[in-house]
């Protein structure tokens, strides 16, 4: 299982990584040890702030241990810095939120046309009624 550490500082390094989560990686007496089998800092660049954020991806078997480091290490403090730890999903389009989040607003639409019906609702009708009032005005005046 990968896991993810948001946020980390932007000095750290794999030997920190691996120290910061080694402790929680031994099991007790009933519980398995794991193992960390690669380590990759990430560099993001973000649009909106043009801020560099740092992310590290963890690598642990068993997943059984994985899921403990996630719930031992996650908002605990690394080089002085609060970081969040969580596990890593792929985005894949069968998992993707804002696809599945589509079919479902397409399911509850229970809107079949237009609300505005009568003659206000077209622009061709707006524009034939501003031509006879026109008309009438222009009579008026006369």
């Known amino acids: 299982m990968i896991i993810i550490l948001k946020n980390i500082p932007a000095n750290t390094e794999d030997e920190q990584i691996e120290d910061f989560i080694q402790p929680a990686l031994k099991g007790c007496f009933l519980s398995k040890n794991g193992y960390i089998e690669d380590i990759l800092i990430l560099a993001l660049n973000d649009r909106k702030t043009h801020r560099v954020e740092y992310y590290g991806l963890v690598r642990i078997t068993p997943d059984s241990v994985a899921k403990r480091v996630i719930k031992k290490l996650n908002r605990k403090k690394i080089s002085g810095k ?61």
């Open 82 to 142: 609060h970081i969040n730890v969580s596990d890593y999903r792929i985005r894949h389009w069968q998992n993707d939120p804002r696809i599945n989040r589509a079919k479902i607003d397409k399911l509850l639409d229970k809107r079949r046309g237009e609300r505005r019906r009568g003659p206000w609702g077209d622009k061709e009708d707006i524009r034939q009624q501003e031509l006879r009032s026109e008309k009438i005005l222009g009579n008026l005046a006369e």
